[in-house]
């Protein structure tokens, strides 16, 4: 097995390996290893001292800027407090200056005291407890050896946890399902008790030993747990749930968040009251010796351990899972479920999950419940796209004001004190903001500065000109100080000014006059500038379009459209710009006849046109609403790059602003226009492109159509990608 090692950043550290309950769904007594019975009863000093010291140079190695502990069982709190805290001062001193320390313990609750608790309060030891819910649920399975309940003793517990002075301690409650149990009943039962999280856990099981089902139904647990997840849903989610939180975050594009599902690799070790160091303590459900490695703290680091083939087993990602789970469209989510539930005895862990058809059901369940309120609207909505990416520059704005965080200046402070006073005022800031431009010029800035280079906080100072282009198109009465350097005046989408004072840089003030501004350098006398009057000193932002085609501003001037990668036309002259605009009058009538809801949207969206010198339209680092395009020969050539460039622009306008795929990069697909498999990303952007290009391409239509079959089985795509998938279904007449 290749790739690095993945270092260990929590630990289940067994301090006592005997229970004061007889749990009869227990993995480390009921199940089929029993290597309990052979260890002592409590941890000893000398495996505390190196269980400390070998955490300690893992996390130094590793650089792991924090880790977490988890003290267990058995029964953690038999130990009793003067060995709990020569763990807790053990493991605090050796990590003490190498890596922040999360101290946890895992109990049933019942010898929980004051004791204990100021104990933990000393050392930050966060206090989870297992409870099945109700006292009729938890009476099923957690009884005393005599069959006595447990369940006031644990209420006891969680109500003394829940005091004022010990209420920072309370991680949560841990509930093991059984579909015997009424899930409301339980689920209320829990949440009563006020928990900062609720953990449902899957009572564990293998294809030898498979869970009950006492109703035959192939999804029963996922049935009862959906059950919860729409009462948890219609309260408002007032608890956090780990179980649904995980979900809805894969389901997103995100990562999971618990071990039994997700891709992520595994990083838990544990280690044993006799010092042994194993794998996770589930695998005790398999068979006798599974979580075992052969290594302890007294001889071993954890990077042997990290480096065991069980261990690495389970950090290989979509590589891990057997085959018929890389192949479904859950598997991101799932990740082929526990390991530990992957085991049979005839293939070893190469299996799907004993609970597959619950998961799956689970997973699917959710999706289906909050598609609706979890895609952005972004997806469908036009409109809403535009305004979204807008939001996305205003908030790129917003951090170069804090990256500057007073380097700009006064003349920054100034100019964002007015673009603060501007936001009331009607739109004005609207055009200014949602010029494609603006974008490239606050994304190349802000990389800059991350960068390390503080000089380019010059480049802020272009925001002053931004304002003075709304001031003078909102024809606002108020004046910008605009600096200008190499002798002009750029004003963003309105044009650019020479100036006459002589000087190279400076700063000009501007004010709004009829038909355009006024514009005064020194104690020099104000000058008119008609902005749509091109003179020896004013050169406008030409508009093309008219008459049945969109007004698109021809942009050679601006210096921030160079970000497409490709060369852009110096300025255009006037025959240029008369050729332009006549073949774009002919490529549009052309669109509008051939595809007429895609030349309306397109209408609305689009801008800005600027000028390459050749190649494809090109996708830069712009906001959305412009295109780089070659004037082709022929309005055929034009209307298909127009429409090629504007379904390019807004695929990457949406995944601006949400999230159509993980960006995993684990798959490769088959792609019916290359030899060589590609990125569900890749794939979705060939497919967007080749669906909106059928009417002119009805081969790319056929290829399209064996693409979007692919995509239907990607596990990378999120619930929005599905509902972009759903779109182009309804594009190509299959919807």
């Not at 807790?88 to 001193?93: A, Q």
């Not at 932002?541 to 601006?558: E, Q, W």
């Not at 052309?590 to 895609?598: F, K």
């Not at 209307?639 to 949400?658: I, M, N, S, Y």
């Amino acid at each position: 097995m290749t790739g690095p090692l993945v270092p260990f950043r929590e630990i289940v550290l067994k301090v006592h390996s005997r229970c004061d309950l007889a749990c009869d769904h227990c993995y480390i007594y009921e199940h089929a290893d029993q290597s309990w019975r052979t260890r002592p009863k409590a941890i000893s000093d000398e495996a505390i001292s190196w269980t400390a010291l070998r955490l300690a140079e893992h996390a130094k190695s590793h650089a792991l800027p924090s880790v977490s502990v988890i003290l267990h069982g058995g029964e953690p709190l038999l130990a009793g407090p003067q060995r709990l805290r020569r763990v807790c001062e053990e493991l605090t001193g050796a990590l003490d200056g190498v890596a922040e320390l999360d101290l946890r313990i895992h109990t049933n609750g019942l010898q929980l005291s004051p004791r204990y608790l100021d104990l933990f309060s000393e050392y930050d030891v966060k206090v989870g407890i297992s409870l099945d819910g109700d006292r009729r649920a938890n009476d099923r399975h957690r009884r005393f050896a005599d069959g006595r309940t447990s369940h006031p003793l644990v209420l006891q517990a969680v109500d003394l946890l829940r005091q004022d002075r010990y209420r920072h301690l309370y991680l949560g409650l841990l509930c093991t399902i059984d579909v015997a149990n009424d899930p409301l009943a339980v689920y209320d039962a829990l949440t009563e008790l006020d928990p900062p999280r609720i953990d449902f856990l899957l009572p564990h099981a293998t294809w030898d030993d498979p869970p009950a089902r006492p109703d035959g139904s192939p999804t029963a647990y996922a049935d009862w747990i959906l059950t919860i997840f729409d009462r948890w849903d219609r309260q408002g989610r007032n608890v956090p749930v780990r179980l649904f939180e995980s979900v809805l975050s894969t389901l997103g594009g995100g990562p999971s968040l618990t071990e039994s599902l997700g891709l992520a690799p595994t990083d838990l070790v544990v280690v044993e009251t006799d010092g042994t160091l194993e794998q996770v303590d589930s695998l005790k459900s398999a068979y006798e010796g599974a979580a075992a490695t052969g290594f302890d703290v007294f001889t071993h680091a954890f990077d042997d351990v990290a480096a065991h083939p069980g261990v690495r087993a389970r950090q290989l990602g979509l590589a891990g899972v057997s085959e018929t789970c890389r192949q479904c469209p859950v598997v991101r989510s799932c990740g082929g479920g526990l390991y530990t539930h992957r085991y049979s005895s005839r293939s070893d862990f190469d299996n799907t999950s004993v609970y597959c058809t619950d998961l799956e059901a689970l997973i699917r369940g959710i999706e289906q419940r909050t598609a609706a309120t979890t895609v952005s609207p972004a997806v469908t909505d036009p409109g809403e796209l535009m305004a979204q990416h807008q939001d996305v520059t205003r908030m790129l704005l917003a951090d170069l004001h804090l990256e500057l965080d007073g380097i700009g200046g006064e003349a920054w402070e100034e100019a964002w004190e007015l673009a603060c006073a501007l936001e009331g005022q009607g739109d004005a800031l609207d055009v200014a903001y949602g010029h494609p431009y603006t974008h490239t010029w606050l994304q190349e800035t802000l990389a800059a500065l991350r960068a390390g280079k503080p000089e380019t906080a010059a480049l802020a100072l272009r925001l002053p000109s931004y304002l003075a282009a709304a001031v003078v198109r909102g024809g606002l009465e108020t004046s910008v100080r605009v600096p200008y350097q190499g002798g002009r005046l750029c004003l963003p989408t309105l044009g650019e000014l020479r100036l006459t004072d002589g000087a190279e840089h400076g700063v000009a003030e501007l004010s709004v006059a009829e038909r355009g501004f006024l514009v005064r350098v020194g104690g020099r006398e104000p000058h008119h500038v008609h902005t749509g009057r091109e003179s020896a000193l004013w050169r406008p932002v030409r508009t093309l379009g008219g008459d049945g085609t969109p007004a698109l501003r021809l942009d050679d001037l601006d210096p921030y459209r160079d970000c497409f990668g490709v060369p852009v036309r110096k300025r255009l002259g006037a025959g240029e710009a008369a050729e332009w605009s006549g073949r774009l009058a002919e490529a549009w009538g052309l669109l509008r006849h051939t595809v007429p809801e895609q030349a309306t949207e397109a209408a609305d969206c689009l801008t800005t046109l600027t000028p390459l010198i050749a190649g494809e339209p090109a996708q830069g680092r712009h906001g959305y609403g412009a295109l780089g395009i070659a004037l082709p020969d022929t309005a055929r050539g034009l209307a298909l790059d127009l429409l090629r460039g504007f379904r390019r622009a807004k695929l990457h306008a949406l995944v601006e602003v949400t999230d159509l795929y993980a960006q995993d990069g684990l798959w490769r697909h088959p792609a019916p226009w290359q030899d060589e498999p590609v990125t569900a990303s890749e794939l979705l952007a060939g497919t967007y492109e080749r669906v909106g290009l059928a009417a002119f391409e009805p081969a790319g239509a056929e290829q399209a159509g064996r693409a979007l079959q692919t995509l239907e089985r990607a596990a990378e795509l999120t619930v929005g990608g599905r509902r972009l998938l759903d779109e182009l279904r309804k594009e190509t007449g299959n919807g």
